[in-house]
T-cell receptor, first 114, second 115 residues
Framework: GENVEQHPSTLSVQEGDSAVIKCTYS??????FPWYKQELGKGPQLIID?????GEKKDQRIAVTLNKTAKHFSLHITETQPEDSAVYFC?????????????FGQGTELSVKP | DTEVTQTPKHLVMGMTNKKSLKCEQH?????MYWYKQKAKKPPELMFV???????INESVPSRFSPECPNSSLLNLHLHALQPEDSALYLC??????????????FGSGTQLSVL
């Protein structure tokens, strides 16, 4: 089955710097890669997702890149702000005939210092 | 309305109690999920309902019993829980089933403590 590894487990940056979180997946059949942000006391919220037919996707200060050959994808946050501080989870999902279940990485705790 | 609402937010129960967690969404989503999340860990899938039918049970112990009364509501009935069942229980919904790779919308969860 699918396995997703996420690095780093903790990341501390200064406000205004960029932050990068990386994930690798094992199942080449995976074709959907969402990123979730979880603030303290809240449930995970989808911030961006990418499908396997796309190499990069941007939404304002957030971007995700996907390298299908290497089986890794990354989250890039530019001009970080204190409100970006949260735990970020990457995930991968195989196609229907492979079960289609979302598999999460272990999470990255991002701290943005003012 | 893009919210998934969970009640209660906090629950403390003894090992002999029976309690229920409730989840509601009004986005017209046809798939609803229960996840369990331990502190500093990712969510773990427990159950999936698709079109009000149980489609995935991740070998969850029978002391957890899900119920989907209609397409907007999802319950999780708890009985004879163990202290290790203490966790954040998250409900989620998506437009179609898990195989459709649709976006998941999560509620804020119920923080459960079993004494």
């Amino acid at each position: 089955g699918e396995n997703v590894e996420q690095h780093p487990s903790t990341l501390s940056v200064q406000e205004g710097d960029s932050a990068v979180i990386k994930c690798t997946y094992s199942d080449s059949a995976s074709n959907y890669f969402p990123w979730y942000k979880q603030e303290l006391g809240k449930g995970p919220q989808l911030i961006i997702d990418i499908r396997s037919n796309v190499g990069e996707k941007k939404d304002q200060r957030i971007a995700v890149t996907l390298n299908k050959t290497a089986k890794h994808f990354s989250l890039h946050i530019t001009e970080t702000q204190p409100e970006d501080s949260a735990v970020y989870f990457c995930a991968a999902s195989p196609s229907y005939n492979q079960g289609g279940k979302l598999i999460f990485g272990q999470g990255t705790e991002l701290s943005v210092k003012p | 309305d893009t919210e998934v609402t969970q009640t209660p937010k906090h629950l403390v129960m003894g090992m002999t109690n029976k309690k229920s967690l409730k989840c509601e969404q009004h986005m017209g989503h046809r798939a609803m999920y229960w996840y369990k999340q331990k502190a500093k860990k990712p969510p773990e899938l427990m159950f999936v309902y698709s079109y009000e039918k149980l489609s995935i049970n991740e070998s969850v112990p029978s002391r957890f019993s899900p119920e989907c009364p209609n397409s907007s509501l999802l319950n999780l009935h708890l009985h004879a829980l163990q202290p290790e069942d203490s966790a954040l229980y998250l409900c989620a919904s998506s437009q179609a089933g898990p195989w459709a790779n649709e976006k998941l919308f999560f509620g804020s969860g119920t923080q459960l403590s079993v004494l």
